[in-house]
């Protein structure tokens, strides 16, 4: 190594603060460019009507995506949530078309109300199998959940054999009318999902901030030897982030069944590298320790208008399957320059202090 | 400054600088290496000599100033490129694949092949038993790396050294493991190689191994050179001097407090190593309120494995501690923090801090249910303690919202100290806590160890630095081969007894040792 790079950098550590500061708020930019762009290239894109069915589909890649944030965060992964989504918006449809045959003559039903109960406990139980054998038993994350990936498919296509479970309105008499409320119910003028996706959010915003909970997540994260040994319960936390994420999963399964008062095994497939592809574009770090909500909630936001934007200028799905992927990647590209400029600046800072 | 020799000069430095997140490591040395001599490099802990052979072995690229290897000026972008340039290195920590076979170490990235690219393993091994057999090592070459004692894995890393035929030779504490007799030969080595005009670099803190075989000697003081003489002009008290300058060491006096009650006992503690063995070897100690024990022993001694067990790290460990005279019965770290113990651990980056945190949420990290209400961290209370902590301690921070990677190596530790005393602890464990720090910040932290003891916590502190653990300590327990060889007052220890103590276990062994 010669001199000479070395004191080019020394002159770019002014004006890279201004780059950092540009490429810290990327996915903001991002997310301002893609708006700006379809609302000039496709047309009705601006209309209430448009950004409302938008912000539905946004916002269910956002709750998973929100999930897998803090599995991220944690240095982990969570591939089974596609699988959850889809089990759950099965046994939620189960529940209301068949109650639970008590196999003595009588058969419960639940209302709508405990049947999303019910759901959201079996998705909170499959993420805690998540988190028992990636604790317990040591299995890697990757593979213990596209372990269970495979299991929660497989047990949601077995509900029903593979077919659909169809025309959830439910019988008044049984009382489990009311389904279609999660998916097509509105207050104050926004769909039911929108309000459930603000409450979750600004909960998951307020616990990694403001509890110790979400502090040792991260601290999990970026050292996890060091956590242990400060007295973090490591163990704890891990199953605590991929039940949330179960959580998130039951939730979205729950909305998708009501949205089309059906419930298809098949539901879900290929969901979870949606939200990943959320988490990393809002900053999230593959290798544990950083990322936001907000940030998160932002990525899911330039993908999900990204894929809506491009159906409406009519371009063909298998090209915006490319963007899609190439989004991606810059981002991720753009996050380690990002990493390796902040580094250098701090280091020549040190260097022309000390 | 520089002394002209007889010997040509083969590698120099100029202006060399390396600045690492955190801790400038060198600033700005001129080093000289010379053909067919041993130019020695001494400097205490923290002071950049690893650094410094690190850039010279293309494992670290400096940050400023250049290299010339015989006039021309060199960049190595990998510690491949410098041993293309006949640059070879014995690493301090041990950069040996414990699941390959000695002579596959040897010869990794260099291995021997056939005409179809297929490893000639028997020639391999016929090779490596010559680079043993001048070791008198004792070592098969078929055997794992995993299964050798670790002054064998050292003699390991040396034969692959020497088998680079390297024109300079870096060897960073080569003897911090090995035997009394192990070392002789090894300096028969070093004196057959310097025979042949190879150019040796030697690191060792034992000041009378490198006045014996030094031929230049250079004296490193945080991160800069502060010295360059033939070894003949010199004598220990120079290098003293040189090592640790005007400023000489701050070690705080003892005020005089008498201690307490017993505050902390350990008995019979054992934990097994995953090789057979035990790490640590049926060890009990008891430590008295306010009061400061340290624990000398070599390197794999022992001490830190001591440590893990009495924090419950290791689920395995058997034996019992006790605070304040109550059995202690939790077993894991979490509620034994809430017992009243707390570990500054040996290695900063690695087990003491979460490095992209801040400094303050790495300060209260252990600490953050006494800031919590319900579940709710208040962020004022948080506030005040991270606040006061950076005053009490003297952490250098402008805004302790920074990342807790941008501070230097002294203020990390003391971020790592602050840790562990916002969790009020009444027995405080501390290993190696001066390592790696500048010695401003060691007098600090030092300073901060007595008016702990002050204040009636007992402390327990592991070190391999003599001086310090003469200096700081109470009572000295030195430990060698995972078991307690000596338990000294400070009035009576001196230096020989706690060595000889140390060493205890580690005399010449019998080879080929059946294995359990």
């Known amino acids: 190594m010669t001199d000479i790079p070395a004191k080019a950098s020394v002159a770019s550590a002014s004006s890279g603060s201004v780059l950092l500061t540009l490429m810290k708020a990327r996915t903001f930019i991002a997310l301002i460019a893609v708006l700006i762009f379809f609302s000039i290239a496709a047309p009705n894109f601006l209309s209430a009507a448009n950004l409302i069915l938008m912000s539905k589909h946004v916002a269910l890649n956002a709750f998973l995506a929100m999930g897998m944030t803090f599995v991220i965060i944690t240095g982990g992964i969570d591939l089974s949530v596609g699988s959850i989504v889809g089990l759950c918006g099965m046994v939620a449809g189960y529940l209301v078309l068949n109650g639970i045959d008590l196999q003595v003559g009588y058969t419960i039903y639940f209302n709508v109300f405990e049947i999303a109960l019910i759901t959201l406990a079996v998705g909170i139980l499959i993420g805690a199998v998540n988190g028992l054998l990636i604790t317990r038993l040591n299995v890697a994350p990757f593979i213990a959940t596209l372990g269970v990936l495979y299991v929660a498919r497989g047990l949601a296509l077995l509900s029903s054999d593979g077919r659909t479970f169809p025309n959830l309105v439910g019988k008044p008499d049984l009382g489990t009318t009311g389904f279609g409320f999660l998916g097509a119910g509105r207050l104050l003028g926004l769909p039911v999902s929108i309000w459930i996706l603000v409450v979750v959010a600004v909960g998951a915003a307020y616990l990694a901030k403001y509890t110790p909970l979400g502090r040792h997540i991260f601290a999990v994260g970026g050292n996890e030897r060091a956590a242990r040994i400060s007295g973090v319960r490591v163990n704890m936390v891990k199953m605590f982030v991929y039940m949330f994420s179960g959580f998130c999963a039951a939730v979205v399964g729950l909305i998708i069944s009501s949205e089309l008062m059906a419930s298809h095994p098949a539901t879900g497939e290929s969901f979870e590298l949606n939200a990943i592809a959320a988490a990393v574009l809002g900053g999230t770090s593959m290798s544990g320790g950083r990322g936001t909500i907000g940030g998160t909630i932002v990525g899911a936001f330039v993908i999900g208008i990204l894929s809506d934007g491009l159906v409406m200028m009519g371009v063909s799905s298998f090209w915006q399957m490319v963007i899609k992927g190439l989004v991606i990647i810059v981002a991720v590209v753009v996050d380690q320059a990002q990493r390796r400029l902040q580094s250098r600046v701090t280091l020549m800072q040190m260097a022309k202090a000390g | 400054m ?163 035929d390297a024109r300079i030779l870096i060897m960073d504490e080569p003897t911090s493991a090995l035997s009394a007799a192990e070392v002789e030969i090894l300096f028969k080595v070093i004196a057959d190689l310097k025979a042949r005009g190879v150019a040796i670099v030697y690191i060792s803190h034992r000041l009378e191994e490198l006045i014996r075989i030094g031929d230049y000697i250079t004296v490193l003081r945080d991160g800069r050179i502060t010295g360059q003489e033939r070894m003949k002009n010199v004598d220990t008290q120079w290098i003293v001097r040189q090592m640790i300058g005007s400023d000489a060491k701050d070690f705080a006096k003892p005020d005089g407090h008498v201690p307490g009650d017993e505050i902390f006992r350990a008995e019979d503690i054992c934990l097994p190593r995953v090789t057979g063995g035990l790490a ?237």
């Open chain 2, 2 to 164: 520089t002394a002209a020799g007889d010997h040509d000069v083969i590698l120099k430095l100029e202006d060399v600088s390396k600045i690492y997140s955190g801790t400038v490591a060198v600033k700005r040395a001129n080093f000289e290496v010379r053909k067919g001599a041993v130019n020695v490099l001494v400097g205490e802990n923290g002071a950049g000599k690893s650094t410094l052979m690190k850039i010279i072995a293309g494992v670290e690229q400096p940050t400023l100033g250049r290299i010339l290897l015989e006039g021309e000026e060199v960049s190595f972008s990998s510690s491949g490129d410098a041993v293309n340039r006949g640059i070879g290195m014995v690493f301090q920590e041990l950069n040996l694949f414990g699941n390959l076979s000695v002579a596959e170490n040897i010869f990794a990235t260099r291995e021997i092949t056939n005409r179809f690219r297929k490893i000639d393993s028997r020639e391999q091994e016929r090779r490596a038993a010559e680079f043993l057999e001048r070791l008198q090592a004792g070592i098969r070459p078929d055997m794992l790396v995993e299964d050798l004692r670790i002054g064998q894995q050292q003699l390991v890393e040396i034969a692959k050294a020497v088998s680079l």
């Open chain 2, 280 to 516: 640590v070897d049926h060890v009990s100690l008891s430590l008295r309120a306010g009061e400061i024990l340290g624990i000398y022993g070599l390197m794999g001694a022992g001490r830190s494995e001591l440590f893990d067990c009495i924090m419950g790290r290791h689920g395995h460990a058997t034996g019992a501690i006790f605070i304040a005279g109550k059995k202690v019965r939790e077993r894991d770290t979490t509620r034994r923090i809430r017992r009243g113990l707390a570990l500054i651990p040996e290695d900063r980056q690695r087990e003491g801090l979460v490095s992209i945190l801040s400094v303050a949420s790495n300060l209260t990290l252990a600490s953050l249910s006494r800031f919590v209400r319900l579940f709710h961290i208040s962020g004022a209370k948080e506030n005040q303690a991270v606040t006061q902590m950076v005053r009490e301690l003297a952490i250098k921070v402008a805004d302790p919202a920074q990342e807790v990677s941008s501070l230097s190596g002294g203020n990390q530790q003391k971020v790592v100290i602050g840790k562990a005393l916002l969790t009020g602890p009444k027995v405080l464990l501390m290993d190696e806590p001066s390592r790696g720090i500048d010695v401003g910040a060691k007098a600090d932290v030092f300073r901060t160890m007595r008016k702990l003891s002050r204040d009636g916590l007992g402390i327990l502190f592991a070190t391999s630095d003599l001086d310090e653990v003469m200096a700081l300590s109470d009572r000295i327990a030195v430990m060698s081969n995972g078991k307690l060889t000596g338990m000294f007052d400070r009035a009576e220890a001196t230096e020989a007894a706690l060595v000889a103590a140390s060493a205890l276990g580690h005399g010449p062994v019998p080879h080929m040792e059946p294995r359990p």
